[in-house]
């Protein structure tokens, strides 16, 4: 089981650019594709963002593709998400999540894929 943290979050006005952290102990991240989900006030959680355990495959929701750009360091067990020209609909709360190298790479969008999740940062984009 990985313990996952987020922070980085805040506020920030539009067009401005934040980026936020995901902080795994308890395993090797590197075991691990990271997910990045947000849920917006009285919306679903929705995908954001995938990344594979080597780095070397990314995925990105439409609305974000182009804006945002998700990224890891083995090393420091640590995945960013990099967000820029943002919107005031990117106003969410922001979750890392993990999915076991051994189940494979596939339907990363899919919450049901991800084992492990963190607690969330708040993103709040002013207009």
């Known amino acids: 089981q990985v313990k996952l943290v987020e922070s980085g979050g805040g506020l920030v006005q539009a067009g401005g650019s934040l980026k936020v952290a995901c902080a795994a102990s308890?395993?090797?991240?590197?075991?691990?594709?990271v997910g990045w989900f947000r849920q917006a006030p009285g919306k679903e959680r929705e995908f954001v963002a995938a990344?594979?355990?080597?780095?070397?495959?990314?995925n990105y929701a439409d609305s974000v593709k182009g804006r945002f750009t998700i990224s890891r360091d083995n090393v420091e067990n640590l995945g960013y998400l990099e967000m820029s020209s943002l919107k005031p609909e990117d106003t969410a709360v922001y979750y890392c999540?993990?999915?076991?190298?051994?189940?494979?790479?596939?339907?990363?969008?899919?919450?049901?894929?991800?084992?492990?999740w963190g607690r969330g940062t708040q993103v709040t984009v002013s207009s």
């Open positions: 990344i594979s355990w080597s780095g070397g495959t990314r």
């Open positions: 308890g395993d090797t991240l590197s075991d691990y594709a």
């Open positions: 999540a993990t999915k076991a190298r051994i189940r494979g790479w596939g339907f990363m969008s899919r919450e049901t894929e991800y084992d492990d």
